[in-house]
């Protein structure tokens, strides 16, 4: 798997990660009825790095598997802290695209001069992430009661979680 900086050659097939996940919105605290030109200004957002996980083998070489961007969680006092948000195409998920792209962050951001990363908003009910996440040694630091509006469980928890770099 290649990890490389996001171009806009790479918008159709971000849009093709990002819609499903913002669709369903299960594990993002985004609207759901976004168009393409909205979910995309915001992932490319103003101080976002974005990256896209692709296949670096001979067969299917070049093919986007995943997207992230990687900003600093706060400004001022805050911004040695940073904060990413990771999306796996649906048809990767599973084979270690989320964890490669979160390895790549955390090496990125330090390389950057971050000294911590953290997640703001996990929603609990996305157990994937957050067993991955605490296996990459993030530690949750609080839950926020009924935080998020799942479109099937109801009000469920969010997780604030941590990790210094």
């Known amino acids: ?86 999306m796996t195409a649906v048809h990767a998920t599973g084979k270690g695209v989320a964890r490669a792209m979160c390895q790549h962050s955390l090496e990125v951001a330090k390389d950057m001069g971050f000294a911590a990363m953290q997640f703001n908003f996990v929603v609990s009910t996305n157990t994937r992430a957050v067993a991955l996440w605490h296996g990459l040694g993030f530690q949750t630091l609080t839950r926020l009661p009924d935080a998020f509006d799942h479109p099937v469980e109801g009000l469920v928890d969010a997780l604030v979680m941590f990790r210094k770099l």
């Open 1 to 86: 798997m290649n990890i490389r900086p996001a171009t806009t050659a790479d918008h159709d097939a971000i849009w093709s990660i990002l819609e499903p996940v913002i669709r369903a919105g299960d594990t993002y605290a985004l609207p759901r009825d976004w168009s393409r030109e909205q979910t995309l200004n915001y992932w490319f957002g103003v101080g976002h790095y974005v990256f896209v996980a692709e296949t670096d083998g001979q067969i299917h070489s070049g093919q986007i598997l995943g997207t992230y961007y990687l900003k600093a969680n706060q400004k001022g006092g805050g911004a040695h802290v940073a904060n990413c948000g990771y």
